[in-house]
């Protein structure tokens, strides 16, 4: 990683440290799941049941899905 890039990459991280991190939505899914991005440091996120935010891991990504996958398959055999 080249100089400018790695000082501007640690400035981001100092900054969400102490103002904290400045959320956009990536996915929202029917089962009301939300994964976000900071803008400043381009972590990842996802809720966990009681709202509060984790740090997206492939694992947490993987649940999301076959959550999405499961509710829209029950919601679709109710309408049926």
């Not at 990504?61 to 959550?67: C, D, L």
Request: charged share 30%.
């Amino acid at each position: 990683m080249n100089s400018p890039q790695l000082i501007k990459n640690m400035f981001s991280s100092i900054l969400c440290k102490i103002l904290g991190h400045k959320y956009e939505i990536l996915r929202f899914y029917k089962n009301e799941q939300k994964e976000f991005q900071c803008i400043q440091c381009k972590k990842q996120f996802t809720e966990n049941e009681d709202g509060d935010k984790l740090i997206l891991t492939p694992k947490l990504r993987q649940i999301n899905e076959v959550m999405e996958k499961f509710y829209v398959f029950r919601h679709q055999r109710q309408s049926a």
